[in-house]
């Protein structure tokens, strides 16, 4: 089964964008996974294609009307699409590496990129919308938060990382931050590459490897490892 991705927003031409180059983009283009955009404004109404509204209660914006988005949503994903549907928006559950690979096991996704200042309430509700965010900022559409999540979730596909255990081992993947890398030269502007990577001893390397993900995972997210202390305690 392939994974499709289904996206709704006012502005197609972001996509496929990044994902259509290197790594997403050569998966593409090799039916790895699947992408279709629906545009909005399709559905909008009137002359003008109208798709947004004054926010009740007053205020600064626009809200994206609910029944030109549940047109879309409907148009896109039938009652009995076994996909989640997302809607990218900074109040989401915060994206991880958890929830990027939960999604990389589902069929596929339809993601609704929010505009203006967000999209009406009740098409959250009736229309089932999970709602991610990418992180505590605010940006000026849905559309870069879903090619984020896309980017992170193909990469997780089965054969799309050409080396199947390169993610593995990954920041996060381990509940650490990663160790940091080096390559050739040997010795560069006085710096040498440590001496422990050069030895060909598989177990020392692994063990430094280890001890600097630490070190840095300590120094700048100690929440992962509290949390890490916690799950190796349980
Ligand atoms: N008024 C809203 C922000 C709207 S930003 C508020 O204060 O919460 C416009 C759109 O950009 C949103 O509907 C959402 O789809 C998208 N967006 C903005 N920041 C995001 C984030 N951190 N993660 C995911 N989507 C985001």
């Known amino acids: 089964m392939t994974f499709k991705a289904s996206v709704i927003t006012l502005y197609p ?8 180059v290197s790594l ?6 090799d039916g790895k996974w699947q992408l279709d955009v629906t545009h909005l404004r399709d559905f909008g109404e009137g002359k003008h294609k109208r798709v947004d509204d004054t926010p009740a209660g007053g205020g600064a914006g626009m809200v994206l009307k ?27 559950k915060p994206l991880d590496q958890k929830l990027v690979r939960e999604l990389a096991n589902s069929p596929g996704a ?6 203006f200042e967000g999209i009406d309430q009740r098409v959250i509700e009736t229309r089932n919308l999970q709602e991610v965010s990418v992180g505590d900022y605010i940006l000026s559409g849905g559309e870069p938060a879903a090619i984020v999540l896309l980017d992170a979730v193909v990469r997780l596909l089965p054969g799309v990382m050409g080396n199947d255990q390169s993610g593995e081992f990954e920041s996060f993947e381990t509940g650490l931050l990663e160790h940091p890398h080096y390559t050739r030269p040997q010795s560069w502007e ?5 001496e422990v990577l050069t030895s060909g001893n598989h177990k020392k390397i692994a063990e430094w490897q280890r001890k600097e993900a630490e ?3 300590k120094a700048r997210r100690p929440d992962l490892l509290e949390k890490l202390t916690k799950k190796e305690s349980t």
């Open 110 to 115: 339809v993601i609704i990129c929010g505009r």
């Open 66 to 92: 609910p029944d030109v988005l549940a047109s879309a949503i409907d148009a896109t994903s039938p009652p009995d699409d076994p996909r989640p549907r997302l809607l990218m928006s900074p109040r989401g």
């Open 24 to 29: 997403a983009g050569n998966a593409l283009g």
């Open 13 to 20: 031409e972001m996509f496929p964008g990044p994902l259509g």
């Open 215 to 217: 070190r840095i995972t």
């Open 190 to 194: 006085g710096r040498e590459i440590p």
